[in-house]
């Protein structure tokens, strides 16, 4: 049974919203649009980390996995040794109608 509860990441490694741009104007002109430009939801995901603003293979891989916005040097801990909570635990806990959604934040940035 389809819920509508599913979100496609797509994380060309490197690329920002200028790479889009780029696409667009080359292949369909600075009118045109790009198949991507024609989906329904789209967000744009902001990769910098807690204490940079490149990434890093490990601490992408976290953000990844958990939404949460960590440090540099992270394996799944933050830089006190705790764990990294999941924003999407701390969201359905706090607002189960915004269960599904996807964020990337600290968790103290959730205001429900």
Known sequence: MATGNHV???HPDGTSPSHYAFARFVDKGPDGRLNWD??????VYLGHLEDQL??????G?????????VYAESFGLNADGSSVASLQ?????????????????KP???KV
Do not use: C
Not at 38 to 43: M, V
């Open 89 to 105: 635990i701390l969201v359905t806990a706090q607002a189960p109608a915004l269960q599904g959604a996807t964020m990337v934040a």
């Open 61 to 69: 891989a976290v953000t990844h996995a958990t939404g949460a916005k």
């Open 108 to 110: 103290s940035q959730i």
């Open 38 to 43: 024609n989906l329904d939801h789209a967000g």
């Open 54 to 59: 490149g990434g890093t293979s490990n601490a």
């Open 8 to 10: 496609i990441f797509l």
